[in-house]
């Protein structure tokens, strides 16, 4: 099953997007600048194979639901994330995204 969702964070509104597949969940929280993720996001990959595409994007571990996502510590950051909008690795999940709002 799919499910898509607005997110309000403090005022501004974000997509929640849950997929849920065999033994876990896809977790994404986005608007049209940029992402958060659950582990499945690959960054290095972005960083490395896709760098041009200068993809706005964190990961965020041991997540299981959107509210935990939005609540956790970036595990990871793309190189444009930082150069573009100031995240970093540590940072919680909203506070990253209403650096893109």
């Known amino acids: 099953m799919i499910t ?3 997110v309000d964070i ?8 849950r997929v849920e597949l065999p033994k876990t ?7 049209e600048i940029g992402y958060i993720m659950c582990a499945a996001l690959d960054v290095d990959i972005l960083n490395e194979k896709l760098k ?7 990961r965020g571990m041991g ?5 935990d996502l939005l609540h956790a510590p970036l595990e990871s950051v793309t190189d444009a994330a930082k150069e573009q909008y100031g995240w970093e690795v540590g940072m919680i999940g ?3 995204l209403l650096k893109i709002a």
């Open 4 to 6: 898509i969702n607005p």
């Open 52 to 58: 041009e595409r200068k993809v706005i994007a964190g």
């Open 63 to 67: 997540v299981r639901t959107i509210d």
């Open 25 to 31: 969940n896809l977790l994404v929280v986005c608007n």
């Open 10 to 17: 403090e005022g501004i509104i974000f997509t929640a997007i």
């Open 94 to 96: 909203k506070d990253a």
